[in-house]
Each structure stands twice: as structure tokens, then as C-alpha cells.
């Protein structure tokens, strides 16, 4: 159980510590040793810089946490082609995080892309299919 608190711990003063500032290699790497994390972040930071998360659930498990949130920002820089549109974002996430050691070692997200695309302009909103 006190390895459970100390998980949920960790992703909480991670969140707190990279959200709304820019985030930087050597502030990363004191959380995560998981590369393809460090550079999703840093990429990420790139076209929405200083960007926010919010975390709405957080669920632990052996040394599994969790966390459905969501991420906010204005698109300031150049995202895969798409020039800055300063449009805001505000999108859901989900992300898995493996935890050994008191830091981060592996990730598993999955986020909400064409909402991201519509909030940017670069899609027509989807609209909703009668059930």
C-alpha cells in the first residue's frame, strides 16, 4: 500500500512540477527515464509552449499508475506542417506510467487527435451520428 501512495506521489510533483512552464531535458529526466517520453514532451512543448495538465482520475496498481486528464495551450509554433494557429486547445488524455525506483520507466498514452485538429481548424468538426 505504501508503495501505491508513493506512485500517485510521484505523478502528482511530476505533473505539478512540468505543467504551465517550459519544460527542459534536465527537469524531465528528474522524473522519467522513458527517452520516448522526454521527446513526446519536449515536441509537444515546442508548438504548444508552457502548455498545462490537468489531471481529472488517477488510478494505481502494483507499479501502474494511471491518470485520465487533459491538456490545455495555445498553439504557438509549427505542429507536423500545421503552422501556428494561437488557437487554444484543450483536449482529453489518457496515459499509463510504469514506475520502478521512484521514476518514470515506460509510458502508454492515447489522446484525442481529431479533437486536437478540429480545436486548430485544420478539420471540419465532426458531427454527431443519430443513435
Known sequence: M?????????????????SG???TRELLEKYTSDEKLIEHILFFDGAFPEYELFIEEMISEGNKVIVRGRATGTHKAEL????????NMDF?????YTIANNIITDHWLIADQMLLMEQLGVIEPQSEQPA
Not at 80 to 86: A, D, L, R, S, V
Not at 92 to 96: K, L, N, T
Open 2 to 18: 505504501e508503495n501505491l501512495k508513493k506512485n500517485r506521489a510521484l505523478i502528482l510533483e511530476y505533473f505539478n512540477a512540468i
Open 21 to 23: 512552464i517550459t519544460k
Open 80 to 87: 507536423n506542417g500545421i503552422p501556428p494557429t494561437h488557437r
Open 92 to 96: 482529453p488524455f489518457a496515459i499509463r
